[in-house]
């Protein structure tokens, strides 16, 4: 009897709605499982599990891909080793890859959002050998642009810097190349907010921004400072340019203009294979050429913003005078040779 009536109480245990009092909580289900235990484990990547250590060049390589690494402390840690190697290699010896293959996958770090990245990267550009950068002036160019035009302030800044080292290792390929005359002069002028309207021959100035508070001198004083280096590797011609005028050939005559060319592609202004260019894409490899576009197309501007950067005085004002000497002398020497 006793176990009958025991059978029958627990059946209706299941049909009775179950009392919940407050303050206790529900009690647990007969089939409950404790999940609050936690599992730890280590996860390895990929490992090599080779014997022999990985060679210098294969060490080289594998930086030179970690470029791309979404860290920022990996990028500038793989930049500075790049640097350390290239440093530390014996003189003469090539590099680990050529400058023609490491160049085109520095140039996207131009305008990378990290600060010490852009400035890891300024090292090791300076560290390459500078002959063989002049062949991809038009690529790095580019890059070069993009970063002045670009909307945050510190990497307009930065890409002056590498602007500075183009011009140092390169400047004459650069003001010679296509575009190279036209369209940096043009952003140089958007980056000092200085509008320049030929349609209807007016002038405009907007304050540009140049990031921190209290920063505005010294990064205009740096934009112009990079300026006159760009206007005088372009409009001013050096003494010796032309050694040959000085040497008597005789009966020989213009013996200059029959000699091997000392660069390669010289005839690319030509453009006897590519696709038709405009003005602001031509190639002005002459001084005189560069000092007419200068003269017709940016001289307004380039006077009435120097004459108000002037005016502010101090390191603005010396930096605008150099600048203004530059453009002054060489348009006078040019009006002195026509006449």
Not at 182 to 203: Q, V, Y
Request: glycine share 6%.
């Amino acid at each position: 009897m006793g176990s009958s009536v025991k059978k029958k109480s627990d059946k209706k245990k299941d049909f009775q709605k179950q009392k919940l009092k407050v303050g206790k909580a529900r009690p647990q289900a007969a089939n409950f499982t404790d999940t609050s235990f936690k599992s730890k484990a280590i996860v390895l990547n990929t490992q090599s599990l080779k014997i022999n250590a990985p060679s210098s060049s294969d060490q080289f390589n594998h930086h030179l891909s970690l470029l791309t690494s979404r860290s920022d402390t990996q990028r500038k840690e793989s930049l500075s080793y790049l640097t350390a190697t290239i440093v530390s290699r014996p003189v003469g010896s090539p590099l680990q890859q050529p400058v023609s293959i490491l160049v085109p996958k520095l140039l996207p770090l131009f305008l990378d959002g990290s600060n010490g990245v852009r400035n890891q990267l300024l090292k090791l550009l300076r560290v390459l050998p500078s002959g063989e950068v002049e062949d991809l002036v038009e690529k790095i160019l580019l890059y070069v642009r993009a970063g002045m035009t670009h909307l945050a302030a510190d990497i307009r800044l930065s890409s002056m810097d590498i602007l500075g080292w183009l011009l140092e290792v390169a400047g004459e390929a650069l003001v010679s190349c296509a575009g190279g005359w036209i369209k940096t002069l043009r952003c140089f002028l958007a980056m000092l907010g200085w509008s320049n309207e030929e349609a209807n021959e007016s002038w405009s100035t907007n304050k540009a921004s140049f990031g921190k508070a209290g920063s505005e001198g010294k990064t205009l004083v740096k934009i112009l400072n990079t300026l006159g280096l760009f206007l005088s590797i372009g409009i001013t011609e050096p003494e010796n340019s032309d050694h040959f005028q000085d040497i008597n050939f005789f009966p020989l005559s213009h013996v200059q203009y029959h000699m091997l060319p000392r660069r390669s592609n010289t005839y690319a202004s030509l453009n006897l294979f590519g696709s038709h260019r405009d003005e602001d894409n031509q190639m002005y490899e002459q001084y005189a050429e560069r000092r007419d576009v200068l003269s017709l197309r940016f001289s307004k501007a380039l006077e009435r913003g120097l004459e108000s950067a002037r005016q502010e005085g101090g390191e603005i004002g010396r930096a605008a005078a150099v600048v203004t000497k530059i453009i002054t002398q060489s348009l006078n020497d040019t009006e002195d040779d026509k006449a």
